[in-house]
């Protein structure tokens, strides 16, 4: 993960901390990014480790999707492709998967998905 995008991140996460959504504390960081030594990324893909999984997950059911996702994304740059089919076949199985560009806008998608604020998903 890019340093821009860890960061974005980190803010989504700290923000995640405070922000009293019930059940958030059931989300999580899904550590696929950076670089790795072909060692260790033999043994994440051993694990299951697959490519193209976004960044953060809620697995909670909401307003009919059975779970959150967000890939973020540092501004100006696009989902890599093993992304972009990760995140359909989230959505035809049912989840919000979604891209963000800054903490900002995931925690509106989260609030949205809460039904704290009106945000209409497409």
């Keep these: 993960m890019r340093d821009v995008e860890h960061a974005m991140q980190a803010a989504f996460v700290r923000w995640t901390s405070v922000c009293r959504i019930p059940e ?63 995140i359909n076949a989230l959505q035809m199985a049912g989840w919000l998967a979604v891209l963000c560009w800054d903490w900002e806008a995931a925690s509106r998608v989260v609030k949205g998905y809460a039904g704290m604020i009106k945000l209409e998903f497409s």
């Design 24 to 86: 958030i504390e059931l989300s999580h960081a899904v550590p696929n990014g950076g670089q790795r030594s072909k060692a260790t990324a033999g043994r994440l893909k051993a694990e299951g480790v697959k490519p193209g999984v976004p960044d953060w997950q809620w697995p909670v059911a909401r307003g009919g999707y059975i779970g959150l996702a967000i890939e973020f994304k540092s501004p100006g740059e696009g989902p890599t492709k093993e992304q972009r089919d990760r």
